[in-house]
């Protein structure tokens, strides 16, 4: 296509619609196009290079100057970027690349709708896509087989679910493979020389706020419950952006029969005529669900003799040594997908047999003088906690952190039964502290002191070594150490993965100085 000129008038914008619009397959005429992309991480470096195989010529800003940010630059702009530019000052306005507007942005995840280059761009009506929207674009190569893609979204299980669905359809025969906010690009998996057979995508709120154009052969949304409503603005916006997963899906729309905002979801979505509405409940199943029977995960949706029959899939013990309500909800969700494509019951059961929970979801770590110890560091926001404490009866809970912004009423006042004790960590957990002191005024709370200033704070290890202490000293036979934090990592830890670590690494050493005690 020659020229991507852009000026700023009607028939200009008009023309750069119709331009993108036409970007349908990676075989389309990407050449020329001026592109930013923001950020330069995992999914940022992805899109960027992508765009550069196309020939497009891109350039790339990220706010931080740092050697991985500098090692990334320095590839980017040996395989072809226009240009680089790194620092507070890169991210304030939009670039202008050869002395042109651009005619798209491409953003990473995370980026919010009013930072300065992408607002930016809105005023001079430049698109912005996500990386997911970019992968959904290029999906289609000539000869090579396209991917069914199974979408997956949700405030909590993502990850669960689709690494359940992935082993399932791997049992089945099928080259899947899980990608996404799940840590390995989409784009990156599209350029691999696998010919896959399905994309088990999870996508969060934030890069289905991005995304106008999928069309995924089945989608669910697990659950919902406040959260990320600084990044969007509200709570309604942020279902809104989670409803979207369910645009122009082709044969299964999966809801949660247990939550009726999901089930609302489908019903106000604009599928491909002929998608069906598939529930999941982890109670018996009504016609068009999936559900459990007495201990059995069963099918009354894929089946034709379903008015009054159920396929059994698998057993609740094939889920592992702890199976919360919340993990049986999980696998039948993957369940749900996959048979979309026709999986057969048989490897439903063989893949959730084959499947390794990842590490910091409901983890045990140890079990000392009859106290279960249990990482569940992923549980970052409340919803996710309380389905971790609702598994367990008498519980000493080690939680606080960053809390983005979410309340912490309810979840306290439902669980207030099951606390025997509270450790809280974080820099500031006063939210959640006064949540306890109006819902749980009997149960002692322990404070581990953050330190009053960041230069005398103690590091996350030391934080976390205090908390299992205090926890050791009050847990007794029978009961659990659940650590499930109902918060965000980053003010004292660099990730959930780096504080759960700390956990287990404190309880072994608990474990070990206790078997020194008895030598």
């Given at each position: 296509?020659?020229g991507?000129?852009?000026?700023?008038?009607?028939?200009?914008?008009?023309?750069?619609?119709?331009?993108?619009?036409?970007?349908?397959?990676?075989?389309?005429?990407?050449?020329?196009?001026?592109?930013?992309?923001?950020?330069i991480?995992?999914?940022?470096?992805?899109?960027?290079?992508?765009?550069?195989?196309?020939?497009?010529?891109?350039?790339v800003?990220?706010?931080?100057?740092?050697?991985?940010?500098?090692?990334?630059?320095?590839?980017?702009?040996?395989?072809?970027?226009?240009?680089?530019?790194?620092?507070?000052?890169?991210?304030?306005?939009?670039?202008?690349?050869?002395?042109?507007?651009?005619?798209?942005?491409?953003?990473?995840?995370?980026?919010?709708?009013?930072?300065?280059?992408?607002?930016?761009?809105?005023?001079?009506?430049?698109?912005?896509?996500?990386?997911?929207?970019?992968?959904?674009?290029?999906?289609?190569?000539?000869?090579?087989?396209?991917?069914?893609?199974?979408?997956?979204?949700?405030?909590?299980?993502?990850?669960?679910?689709?690494?359940?669905?992935?082993?399932?359809?791997?049992?089945?025969?099928?080259?899947?493979?899980?990608?996404?906010?799940?840590?390995?690009?989409i784009?990156?998996?599209?350029r691999?020389?696998?010919?896959?057979?399905?994309?088990?995508?999870?996508?969060?709120?934030?890069?289905?706020?991005?995304?106008?154009?999928?069309?995924?052969?089945a989608?669910?949304?697990l659950?919902?419950?406040?959260?990320?409503?600084?990044?969007?603005?509200?709570?309604?916006?942020?279902?809104?952006?989670?409803?979207?997963?369910?645009?122009?899906?082709?044969?299964?729309?999966?809801?949660?029969?247990?939550?009726?905002?999901?089930?609302?979801?489908?019903?106000?979505?604009?599928?491909?005529?002929?998608?069906r509405?598939?529930?999941?409940?982890?109670?018996?199943?009504?016609?068009s669900?999936?559900?459990?029977?007495?201990?059995l995960?069963?099918d009354?949706?894929?089946?034709?003799?379903?008015?009054?029959?159920?396929?059994?899939?698998?057993?609740?013990?094939?889920?592992?040594?702890?199976?919360?309500?919340?993990?049986?909800?999980?696998?039948?969700?993957?369940?749900?997908?996959v048979?979309?494509?026709?999986?057969?019951?048989?490897?439903?059961?063989?893949?959730?047999?084959?499947?390794?929970?990842?590490?910091?979801?409901?983890?045990p770590?140890?079990?000392?003088?009859?106290?279960?110890?249990?990482?569940d560091?992923?549980?970052?926001?409340?919803?996710?906690?309380?389905?971790?404490?609702?598994?367990?009866?008498?519980?000493?809970?080690?939680?606080?952190?960053?809390?983005?912004?979410?309340?912490?009423?309810e979840?306290?006042?439902?669980?207030?039964?099951?606390?025997?004790?509270?450790?809280?960590?974080g820099?500031?957990?006063?939210?959640?502290?006064?949540?306890?002191?109006?819902?749980?005024?009997?149960?002692?709370?322990?404070?581990?002191?953050?330190?009053?200033?960041?230069?005398?704070?103690?590091?996350?290890?030391?934080i976390?070594?205090?908390?299992?202490?205090?926890?050791a000293?009050?847990?007794?036979?029978?009961?659990?150490?659940?650590?499930?934090?109902?918060?965000?990592?980053?003010?004292?830890?660099?990730?959930?993965?780096?504080?759960?670590?700390?956990?287990?690494?404190?309880?072994?050493?608990?474990?070990?100085?206790?078997?020194?005690?008895?030598?």
């Open positions: 296509m020659g991507w000129t852009v000026t700023g008038s009607r028939d200009s914008v008009e023309r750069r619609r119709e331009r993108l619009a036409a970007l349908t397959s990676w075989d389309a005429d990407w050449a020329g196009l001026r592109v930013v992309v923001t950020g991480g995992i999914s940022g470096f992805a899109a960027a290079d992508t765009l550069i195989e196309l020939g497009a010529s891109v350039v800003v990220d706010g931080s100057v740092t050697e991985r940010t500098q090692a990334q630059a320095e590839t980017l702009r040996i395989v072809g970027a226009v240009d680089v530019l790194l620092g507070p000052e890169a991210v304030q306005t939009l670039p202008l690349i050869e002395g042109e507007l651009p005619d798209l942005v491409v953003t990473s995840p995370g980026w919010r709708p009013d930072q300065a280059v992408l607002a930016g761009a809105g005023r001079k009506h430049i698109p912005v896509w996500g990386d997911v929207e970019l992968a959904w674009r290029v999906r289609s190569r000539r000869g090579k087989k396209t991917a069914a893609w199974l979408a997956v979204t949700g405030t909590n299980g993502k990850t669960t679910t689709v690494g359940m669905a992935e082993s399932m359809l791997r049992a089945g025969g099928l080259k899947a493979v899980a990608v996404g906010n799940v840590g390995t690009p784009l990156d998996a599209l691999e020389p696998v010919e896959y057979d399905a994309f088990v995508v999870e996508l969060s709120s934030f890069q289905l706020h991005w995304a106008e154009s999928l069309s995924p052969v989608s669910v949304v659950n919902v419950a406040e959260d990320h409503v600084d990044w969007h603005g509200s709570y309604e916006s942020y279902l809104a952006d989670k409803a979207k997963i369910y645009r122009n899906t082709q044969k299964a729309a999966v809801y949660n029969a247990e939550q009726i905002e999901t089930e609302r979801m489908v019903e106000e979505a604009d599928v491909v005529e002929g998608c509405a598939i529930g999941f409940t982890t109670r018996t199943p009504g016609l669900m999936l559900g459990v029977v007495d201990g995960l069963v009354r949706a894929y089946i034709p003799e379903r008015k009054d029959h159920a396929a059994e899939l698998a057993s609740v013990a094939d889920l592992g040594e702890i199976a919360p309500r919340h993990m049986v909800a999980n696998a039948l969700a993957a369940a749900a997908l048979r979309a494509i026709g999986v057969e019951p048989v490897a439903v059961r063989e893949g959730l047999r084959s499947y390794l929970p990842g590490d910091h979801r409901i983890q770590v140890a079990t000392i003088d009859g106290v279960v110890w249990v990482n560091s992923k549980a970052t926001n409340p919803h996710a906690a309380s389905a971790s404490l609702a598994a367990f009866d008498s519980v000493v809970w080690i939680a606080g952190g960053l809390s983005k912004g979410v309340t912490y009423d979840l306290v006042a439902r669980h207030s039964a099951r606390l025997k004790t509270v450790v809280l960590i820099v500031d957990s006063s939210d959640l502290e006064g949540a306890l002191r109006r819902h749980a005024p009997n149960v002692p709370v322990i404070r581990v002191d953050p330190g009053e200033t960041e230069e005398d704070r103690p590091d996350g290890a030391s976390m070594a205090r908390a299992v202490e205090h926890a000293e009050t847990a007794g036979t029978g009961d659990t150490v659940l650590m499930a934090p109902a918060a965000a990592s980053m003010d004292q830890f660099a990730s959930y993965a780096q504080r759960g670590t700390a956990f287990i690494d404190a309880v072994h050493r608990l474990v070990e100085g206790k078997a020194q005690s008895k030598e």
